[in-house]
């Protein structure tokens, strides 16, 4: 027979989530809610095993209120007959006194399995004809495979009997005609250029004999390699400035002679970053228009403005954004355009002019800082125009 497994991590329970000012508390609330989806819809769906990968909670030294909800979700699981497996990520890991270290998350329930000791990295399901192998993270930051210390078994098992040789391993015939599946954070060389915290080669990956390799880390839904073998689900509920691909899980059905692997989509908030050139827009109107582009109550929206501004174009950003602001779950606009005087406005305001002299002074002081320039001499000359009569 086959079996079905939902696949989660990086759900991070706890996150400060401080880029989100004052809708901080509001998201974390949300992830709290989304884990319960998540839980849910492993009911639903009737699956065999949820495979929790890393980074449950944001930290090792999570709150009461965290845990408690955890453990109740895990025991509604378990009352439906659904066995759970979870591995430490590097935000709740290991740490001396933790969450996974203490008898917090200890659970007298043979449904429920938490990998947290590092010498012990295979729990055998009979019923399921299933070992899987979790590797638990001991230190925030290493550069060592986690994948390197589990290898699985020479022969890959697959439902229906047959199965498909790959050397010699040393493993009993007994594991060899289980179904095996592992539980791995870390960081596959194809994601990241800068160095890797937990280095994992898609070479390892390629060579590894499980039928699914349940990765945890990255906070987007990526297919690793080919054939649904490794698979990223991303975080289940939207965590980072810079997430895409986020708000997933994984439904994971290894049959007699594929993996299928199904995102669901589970979470609520999006984000998308722009950066907004200012020089195109002719007017305050049509800028306006573009800043409300993919508007919606679960939208976080990050803007960048860039490019040059003139004296006689002169937005209020704070102004701007409250407008705005009731159309998005967040939104954030930040300024990095550049003051430019056009030929034309320096000719409007010659030096005769007690505006013409202001903006000379402005423009040769070179122990101010640009920024501050810039914001003087916009707020200068739109006071001293109003009613200049020193000519």
């Known amino acids: 027979m086959g079996i079905k497994i939902l696949h989660t991590s990086d ?46 909670f944001d930290n090792p030294f999570p709150s009461k209120v965290n845990v408690n909800l955890v453990r109740t979700q895990f025991e509604k ?33 043979s449904n429920i399995h938490i990998f947290n000791d590092e010498k012990k990295t295979e729990w055998n399901i009979e019923e399921l004809g299933l070992t899987v ?13 986690p994948l390197s210390r589990v290898k699985g078994s020479a022969t890959q098992a697959m439902p229906g009997g047959s199965s498909t040789s790959k050397g010699d391993s040393g493993s009993s015939p007994e594991l060899n005609r289980r179904l095996q599946v592992a539980l791995i954070h870390g960081s596959v060389d ?3 250029k800068e160095e890797a915290n937990y280095p994992i080669s898609q070479e390892e990956i390629d060579a590894s004999t499980f039928n699914y390799i349940a990765l945890g880390d990255w906070h987007s839904k990526l297919e690793i390699g080919k054939g649904g073998k490794a698979w990223y689900c991303g975080s289940p509920e939207l965590i980072g400035s ?26 609520q908030r999006e984000v998308v970053q722009e950066e907004i ?35 006689s174009f002169q937005v209020d950003l704070e102004e701007l954004g409250e407008a ?25 305001y010659p030096e005769e002019l007690l505006v013409g002299r202001y903006i000379k002074l402005l423009r040769e002081n070179k122990e101010l800082e640009a920024d501050i320039v810039e914001e003087a001499m916009q707020l200068g000359v739109r006071l001293l125009s109003e009613g200049d009569t020193n000519k």
């Open 77 to 109: 699981l378990s009352s439906a007959n659904i066995k759970v497996a979870v591995i430490p990520g590097n935000h709740d890991y290991l740490a001396p006194g933790s969450v996974f270290v203490s008898d917090q998350m200890k659970f007298d329930d």
């Open 277 to 311: 050139d200012l020089g195109k827009f002719k007017d305050l109107a049509e800028l306006q228009k573009a800043l409300g582009q993919n508007a919606g109550a679960n939208m976080v929206k990050l803007v960048t403005l860039t490019g040059k501004k003139s004296l």
């Open 324 to 348: 705005l602001r009731q159309k998005f779950f967040y939104l954030k606009i930040k300024d990095k355009t550049a003051l430019e005087l056009t030929k034309e406005e320096l000719e409007k």
């Open 190 to 192: 194809i994601m990241r």
């Open 11 to 56: 759900v991070h329970i706890g996150a400060k989530l401080s880029y989100l000012g004052t809708k901080s508390k509001e998201q974390r609330n949300q992830i709290r809610k989304t884990f319960e989806n998540i839980i849910q819809t492993a009911i639903e769906q009737k699956v065999d095993l949820v495979a929790i990968s890393g980074d449950l």
């Open 133 to 145: 192998f979790g590797v638990p993270t001991v230190l925030q930051k290493s550069k060592k495979s």
């Open 242 to 267: 810079d997430q895409k691909g986020s708000g997933n899980v994984l439904i994971v059905e290894i049959g007699d002679s594929e993996t299928k692997v199904t995102p669901i989509k589970v979470g």
